[in-house]
C-alpha cells in the first residue's frame, strides 16, 4: 500500500464492506464477532458502543456519501441516554463513546445537538479527576486510585471542550492526567504499563499492576498502541515537544517488537508464544497513530513512522481482511479482547474495525479528525526530539 491509487482501491472495497456491516447489523450494538463472524449486540452504555457509529462517520467524510451520515447520526442520542438512565457503565470512556459520534458529528456538520452532548460527556469525564495525583479514574466500583493507558486516548475530549468553550479547566485537567501517565506509565525502553494504582487519598503512587497485560512488567501490545496514539493526540492538541517524543518512544518499540507479518500476540513479552493468539486491533491503532506521528515530524524523519503504518495496513489487509466472506459481519479478525479475563478472543473487534478503516481514511487525505484534530501544530512547528 505505497501510492493513492492503492488506498483509494481499498476506500472503495470497504464501501462494499460497511455498506453490506449496515445491513447486516440493523439496531444492533457490535463489539465481538467470534469464529461465526456475527457480531453480538451490547448495550450502547458499553465503552465500546461510539465505534460503529464513528465508523460511519468516517466513512461519510472519506467518501461523502450521505448514506453514512444517515446512519451514524443518532448514535450519539442514543448514548446521551445514558446519563439520565440507571447504569454502572459509564466511566473514563465516554471519550470513546462521544469523539467518534456527537464531537464527530458537530465537526462535520455543525450540530448543536452534537456539540452540548459532547460537552456533557467531558463534564462527566472532568468529574472524575483525582486531584491528590493528577489523574482520571479508570472504571468504577472501588478501585478509586487506578489509572490506565487507555485514558489517553479519552482525554482529547477535554482538549476538544476547552477549543469550544473558552474554559481551561477542561484543558487543565487533560494535561495532569497525560504528565501523570507519562511520569508513571511510559518506561524508559518504550514499553507502557497498563494499570497504574495511587493512594486515592494522600495521591502517592502504590505501584503497576498487569490488567489486560500477560503480568505487571509485560507489554500488553493494544496498551502499547494506545500510548503511542494517546500521546501522539496530545501533541497535536498542546504542541508540547515531551508529548510527542514519548509517541516516538512507544512507536519504536511497538514497531520494533512486531513479528514478521506485523500483528503482534496479545502480549509482548509472552514466555512462549505456541498457542497464543494475536491482536490486529492493536495493529490498526498502531497504524492510525504512526500516520499522526509522522504528520508532525520533519520530512527526513516522515518515512520513520509512515512506512510502517503502510506495511501494517498492507498485512491487516491481505492476510487479516475479510473480503472473500460477505457472510462475515467484522472488517478484521484475530483480535484479542482481554486474555487474563478469557474475554473475546480470536474474532473480530468493532474498535479493530474503526481505528483500521480511520487509519485507510487517513492515506486518503481524510481531515475530520477527533482523536488528533490539529495538523497546523505539525505543519506549522516540526518537532525535534529533546
Given at each position: 500500500?505505497?501510492?493513492?491509487?492503492?488506498?483509494?482501491?481499498?476506500?472503495?472495497?470497504?464501501?462494499?464492506?460497511?455498506d453490506?456491516?449496515i445491513?447486516?447489523?440493523?439496531?444492533?450494538?457490535?463489539?465481538?464477532?467470534g469464529?461465526?463472524?456475527?457480531?453480538?449486540?451490547?448495550?450502547?452504555?458499553?465503552?465500546?458502543?461510539?465505534?460503529?457509529?464513528?465508523?460511519?462517520?468516517?466513512?461519510?467524510?472519506?467518501?461523502?456519501?450521505?448514506?453514512?451520515?444517515?446512519?451514524?447520526?443518532?448514535?450519539?442520542?442514543?448514548i446521551?441516554?445514558?446519563?439520565?438512565?440507571?447504569?454502572?457503565?459509564?466511566?473514563h470512556?465516554?471519550?470513546?463513546q462521544?469523539?467518534?459520534?456527537?464531537?464527530?458529528?458537530?465537526?462535520?456538520?455543525?450540530?448543536?445537538?452534537?456539540?452540548r452532548?459532547?460537552?456533557e460527556?467531558a463534564?462527566?469525564?472532568?468529574?472524575?479527576?483525582?486531584?491528590?495525583?493528577?489523574?482520571?479514574?479508570?472504571w468504577?466500583?472501588?478501585?478509586?486510585?487506578?489509572?490506565?493507558?487507555?485514558?489517553?486516548?479519552?482525554?482529547?475530549?477535554?482538549?476538544?471542550?476547552?477549543?469550544?468553550t473558552?474554559d481551561?479547566?477542561?484543558?487543565?485537567?487533560?494535561?495532569?492526567?497525560?504528565?501523570?501517565?507519562?511520569?508513571y506509565?511510559?518506561?524508559?525502553?518504550?514499553s507502557?504499563?497498563?494499570?497504574?494504582?495511587?493512594?486515592?487519598?494522600s495521591?502517592?503512587?502504590?505501584?503497576?499492576?498487569?490488567?489486560?497485560?500477560?503480568?505487571?512488567?509485560?507489554?500488553w501490545?493494544r496498551?502499547?498502541?494506545w500510548?503511542?496514539?494517546?500521546?501522539?493526540?496530545a501533541?497535536?492538541w498542546?504542541?508540547?515537544v515531551?508529548?510527542?517524543?514519548?509517541?516516538?518512544?512507544?512507536?519504536?518499540?511497538?514497531?520494533?517488537?512486531?513479528?514478521?507479518?506485523?500483528?503482534p500476540?496479545?502480549?509482548?513479552?509472552?514466555?512462549?508464544?505456541?498457542?497464543?493468539?494475536?491482536?490486529?486491533?492493536?495493529?490498526?491503532?498502531a497504524?492510525?497513530?504512526?500516520?499522526?506521528?509522522?504528520?508532525?515530524?520533519?520530512?527526513?524523519?516522515?518515512?520513520?513512522?509512515?512506512?510502517?503504518?503502510r506495511?501494517?495496513?498492507?498485512?491487516?489487509?491481505?492476510?487479516?481482511?475479510?473480503?472473500?466472506?460477505?457472510?462475515?459481519?467484522?472488517?478484521?479478525?484475530?483480535?484479542t479482547?482481554?486474555?487474563?479475563?478469557?474475554?473475546?478472543?480470536?474474532?473480530?473487534?468493532?474498535?479493530?474495525?474503526?481505528?483500521?478503516?480511520?487509519?485507510?481514511?487517513?492515506?486518503?487525505?481524510?481531515?475530520?479528525?477527533?482523536?488528533?484534530p490539529?495538523?497546523?501544530?505539525?505543519a506549522?512547528?516540526?518537532?525535534?526530539?529533546?
Amino acid at each position: 500500500m505505497t501510492n493513492k491509487s492503492e488506498t483509494a482501491e481499498l476506500l472503495a472495497r470497504l464501501e462494499e464492506k460497511v455498506d453490506r456491516m449496515i445491513a447486516q447489523f440493523g439496531d444492533k450494538c457490535p463489539h465481538f464477532a467470534g469464529k461465526d463472524g456475527i457480531y453480538d449486540d451490547m448495550g450502547t452504555d458499553w465503552w465500546t458502543s461510539g465505534f460503529w457509529g464513528g465508523l460511519l462517520w468516517v466513512m461519510h467524510g472519506a467518501t461523502g456519501h450521505d448514506r453514512y451520515r444517515e446512519a451514524a447520526w443518532h448514535w450519539d442520542e442514543t448514548i446521551e441516554s445514558w446519563f439520565v438512565k440507571p447504569t454502572d457503565q459509564l466511566n473514563h470512556d465516554v471519550g470513546f463513546q462521544f469523539l467518534p459520534t456527537a464531537v464527530i458529528k458537530h465537526t462535520a456538520t455543525g450540530d448543536e445537538d452534537g456539540r452540548r452532548r459532547g460537552l456533557e460527556a467531558a463534564d462527566f469525564l472532568a468529574g472524575r479527576f483525582n486531584p491528590a495525583a493528577d489523574f482520571l479514574r479508570a472504571w468504577n466500583g472501588d478501585k478509586y486510585g487506578w489509572a490506565i493507558i487507555d485514558c489517553m486516548m479519552n482525554i482529547p475530549l477535554l482538549f476538544w471542550a476547552t477549543e469550544m468553550t473558552g474554559d481551561p479547566r477542561y484543558k487543565h485537567i487533560a494535561l495532569r492526567h497525560a504528565d501523570t501517565a507519562l511520569r508513571y506509565s511510559v518506561r524508559e525502553d518504550g514499553s507502557v504499563n497498563h494499570i497504574i494504582s495511587f493512594d486515592p487519598e494522600s495521591g502517592a503512587y502504590l505501584g503497576s499492576l498487569g490488567g489486560q497485560g500477560s503480568a505487571p512488567d509485560s507489554a500488553w501490545s493494544r496498551g502499547t498502541a494506545w500510548g503511542l496514539y494517546g500521546f501522539a493526540a496530545a501533541y497535536r492538541w498542546t504542541g508540547d515537544v515531551k508529548y510527542l517524543n514519548a509517541a516516538k518512544r512507544i512507536a519504536h518499540f511497538f514497531v520494533a517488537s512486531l513479528p514478521d507479518d506485523l500483528v503482534p500476540y496479545w502480549d509482548f513479552r509472552l514466555d512462549d508464544l505456541d498457542g497464543e493468539p494475536r491482536d490486529t486491533s492493536a495493529s490498526a491503532i498502531a497504524a492510525s497513530g504512526l500516520l499522526d506521528i509522522a504528520d508532525c515530524v520533519p520530512s527526513a524523519e516522515r518515512r520513520t513512522y509512515l512506512e510502517p503504518a503502510r506495511r501494517i495496513l498492507a498485512s491487516l489487509t491481505d492476510r487479516y481482511g475479510t473480503w472473500d466472506r460477505p457472510g462475515h459481519e467484522g472488517i478484521l479478525i484475530a483480535a484479542t479482547g482481554h486474555k487474563p479475563g478469557n474475554g473475546c478472543i480470536d474474532g473480530s473487534l468493532i474498535y479493530g474495525d474503526y481505528f483500521y478503516v480511520e487509519a485507510v481514511a487517513k492515506l486518503n487525505g481524510w481531515k475530520q479528525r477527533v482523536f488528533t484534530p490539529h495538523p497546523q501544530v505539525c505543519a506549522e512547528k516540526p518537532a525535534v526530539s529533546v
